[in-house]
């Protein structure tokens, strides 16, 4: 951790809660449900796609795991029939997995079902390296009941070559989201080079394309939107494939997604709401400096590229 990080970590706690929310609400819909869903309409009308994600993770308690599961239920409620192509992103510790994997699997059963029927989709998320085999192993039984559920796929990790291999074989119309992981991981378990994530990134997109799975690129990385053009590109792979798609973050980058969504390219952008945004944010800049450091910047110089 460099002096920077240091100072960051050591300044973002002191930061009132209302100072926060003048730069989170860059990245935060908002504590409620109808902040979301005034996001969701407004990105549609640009041309941008959205996803649904409640804030949360790490529920202590079955009731707690329950209460997302019926937050998420309210969201596709107020998605409606209007609008069955949002659909909702789910972390696997927000449903009680690190309590119990067999009620995250009904929970997360429940959600595809419940989405399914308004012909919706469901991510199921990827958090930190402890979780990733109990995250897959229950993504793989509840896609195997569900062909409305996605997985994501971390780049750092060494491991994702052999899981995009196994998926590859355990499930049928194959959909998932491929990131470079939020989690910083040891060097044991994980690259730290830059470039490593990079290049693991677009090798393992391009097997999931040359076995036909969707993919989801999401990324703002100019260089990792390049060099996945260029894989969609020499696949004959266009806009109308309905075979990809790329995800950013609210609030990150707009003009690149911008750029992209000009080009033709199907773009969503990944919309966060909930009444636990201030303790995610803060958990999430504690587990990672890079994110804090985007945040003072917004803090003190705003702009965007
Ligand atoms: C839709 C979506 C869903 C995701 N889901 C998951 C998930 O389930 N599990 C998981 O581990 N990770 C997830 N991520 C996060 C992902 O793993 C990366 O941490 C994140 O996308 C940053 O990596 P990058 O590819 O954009 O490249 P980077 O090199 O990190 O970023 C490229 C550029 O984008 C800008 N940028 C990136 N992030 C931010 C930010 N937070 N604030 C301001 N500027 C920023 C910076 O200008 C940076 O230089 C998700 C990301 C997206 C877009």
Redesign the pocket.
Known sequence: MSAFDGLVRGVMPLIPKRVMWTVARR?VAGAELSDALARVTALRAEGFGA?LDVLGEGVSSEDGARAAADEYKRALAGLGDADRDTPI?VKPTHLGLLLDPALCEALLDELCAAAGAGGRRVRF???DAPTVSATLEVFERVAARHGNLGC?L?SRLFRTADDVERLIGSTPDLNV?M?????LEPPEIAWTD?EEIRTNFIARVASLLDAGAFVAL????DE?AERGLELLTERGLGPDSGRYEF???MG??RAFAARLRDAGHPV?V?VPYGRDWHAYSMRRLAKNP??AR?VMRALFRGGD?
């Open positions: 990245y996803i992103s998320e990827m958090e994501v971390q989201r990131v470079k992981g939020i989690y830059a999401a990324t703002h990385d990792v995800q950013c973050l990150v980058r969503r990944y890079e994110i985007h590229r």
